[in-house]
């Protein structure tokens, strides 16, 4: 072989292998918060489907443990995340229970349907319930032990938090777990989600923090940022703050070593005259970089380069959901599959809207 043809076949494998790198980074996929508090909501399988064949959507998280659901995404590669409800919490400490719980929601559907995670309520500790809080840690035990006793080992455990798991969050280098709460519940609780490899999740939704005057920071948008006289660093964007005070609650105790989830995050798209924050261009904006990020290596500044697992809240908009028109309209699409606006994650040749 010439050494001519050698350079242009070396160069045909260099452009090769950087186009394909850059496909791969490009195309990662990310999660979705699959509600189902509307009377109006296509069936599951419709959604199974769907989510596999026109979008990038690649895991879904429940609220509960839908059979419906699960049986929908029976053979896909779609990652799934079942919940057990706030309710449910004080009886999985108990190990019959917890078997029994596995032996109706786990069993019947895994390995077929790729259910990933267990999550052990929702945002407990900021519900104040004493019997939720108390027995959160020893139910997630529980639960992880029948796990493992009905061999689905490789299925992880955790539960996720507010920002309201955190004091002093801002600025994020001030950041501490909640004095109370921190050696109580937060400190086993890493414990246990270090010793069996399963993440931290957070939900952080800088859509409630957000003001007119700090409209920008919360959506991404440019702004002066927020100075941390500590560390030195200006924060550009309210979400990078919010994980940042995460992790340096997590470095402040030495268990920085967890990974973190982000379990939920969103915006809603219209809300009622007084909710200002409520508008596709917002929702838009806000949504679209963290897919974004979810995609790309970007992370934070404590954390650059992170790819965080993040699950998108939600997929359908949901018009029984109760309280504000706001809290109806969280979804990236309407219930006839409609995107309700663009962020990027259409297969290509797929609908688009503005």
């Not at 490009?26 to 064949?53: R, S």
């Not at 990020?293 to 970007?298: D, G, V």
Request: proline residues 6%.
């Amino acid at each position: 072989m010439s050494t001519t043809r050698s350079k242009t076949t070396l160069l045909l494998l260099l452009l090769f292998t950087t186009v394909f790198l850059h496909l791969t980074a490009t195309t990662t996929a990310i999660g979705v918060n699959y509600g189902t508090l509307g009377d109006n909501l296509p069936p599951p399988a419709k959604v199974a489907e769907f989510l596999q064949k026109k979008t990038t959507i690649d895991r879904i998280k429940l609220f509960d443990a839908n059979p419906e659901i699960l049986r929908a995404f029976a053979n896909t590669s779609i990652s799934v995340t079942v919940t057990v409800g706030n309710g449910d919490i004080p009886g999985m400490v108990q190990a019959s229970t917890a078997q029994k719980w596995v032996e109706d929601n786990i069993a019947p559907y895994y390995p077929e349907t790729k259910i990933i995670r267990v999550t052990v309520g929702n945002e407990i500790l900021k519900s104040a319930v004493k019997d939720w809080i108390v027995n959160l840690v020893p139910a997630m035990k529980s639960l992880h032990k029948a796990l493992v006793n009905a061999g689905f080992k490789d299925i992880q455990v955790s539960t996720p938090h507010t920002l309201s798991l955190v004091e002093h969050s801002e600025p994020p280098s001030a950041a501490r777990f909640r004095v109370g709460y921190d050696k109580q519940i937060i400190v086993p609780m890493l414990q246990f989600l270090r010793e069996t490899k399963s993440p931290l999740m957070i939900n952080p939704y800088p859509y409630f923090g957000w003001a007119p005057s700090i409209s920008d920071y919360a959506l991404f948008k440019p702004n002066k940022g927020i100075y941390d006289e500590t560390t030195k660093i200006t924060y550009m964007s309210m979400f990078d703050a919010i994980m940042d005070a995460v992790y340096t609650s997590m470095k402040a105790i030495d268990y920085d070593d967890i990974e973190i989830v982000i379990a939920e995050t969103g915006w809603s798209s219209a809300g009622d005259p007084e909710e200002a924050a409520c508008s596709v261009e917002n929702a838009k904006a806000f949504n679209g970089n963290v897919a974004r990020r979810a995609t790309e290596s970007i992370g934070t500044p404590l954390m650059p380069k992170k790819i965080f697992e993040t699950y998108i809240f939600a997929l359908f908009n949901e018009n029984l959901k109760p309280g504000s028109t706001s809290e109806k309209n969280f979804g990236l699409f309407k219930p006839d599959f409609t995107p309700v606006y663009d962020i990027g994650i259409m297969k290509a040749g797929q609908q688009q809207v503005r």
